[in-house]
């Protein structure tokens, strides 16, 4: 694979990645704002059911009463719904991560194999100035011998 492939196929893994991620943020976002509606559901539940039981001791008619009760069943099922849709919504932000995560390991491959590349060439680089070296040192210590030589 020549360096620029690995170049497009980090660039690639990089940008997937990236999207991965923004995904990943907006999953937790929705999380929030479902968690933050089930909050405000539990916490109007209690309220009004705490207004059933202040009117149940000041004496109520059994029609209100029928209301509140039907009131309080209405929010059950939407504190139900409410719930799942979390839960679904936890689901979708696990799902999320690991996909994120599974971007992320990719490219740290590709960033590994590009390390290793280029220490590989460092290295093939050093090999060469070194023989380079080496020949020029032989060359000269060949230069002096063969002057220093009586003719």
Do not use: C
């Not at 980090?10 to 990236?18: Q, S, Y």
């Not at 207004?51 to 029609?63: F, H, T, Y």
């Amino acid at each position: 694979m020549s360096t620029s492939q690995l170049e497009m196929l980090t660039d690639l893994a990089r940008g997937a990645r990236d999207q991965a991620g923004k995904i990943l943020a907006q999953e937790r976002q929705t999380e929030q704002q479902t968690t933050a509606q089930l909050q405000s559901l539990l916490s109007y539940r209690a309220e009004y059911a705490e207004r059933l039981q202040k009117a149940m001791s000041d004496g109520i008619d059994p029609a209100t009463m029928y209301n509140y009760q039907q009131f309080l069943a209405s929010l059950d099922a939407a504190l139900s719904r409410a719930r799942q849709a979390l839960a679904a919504q936890q689901a979708s932000v696990e799902q999320s991560k690991k996909n994120w995560q599974q971007e992320q390991r990719k490219l740290s491959s590709y960033d590994t194999l590009a390390s290793r590349r280029l220490l590989e060439e460092h290295r093939r680089s050093e090999r060469q100035e070194q023989k380079t070296n080496d020949d020029l040192v032989t060359s000269r210590a060949a230069r002096r011998q063969h002057n220093d030589t009586p003719h």
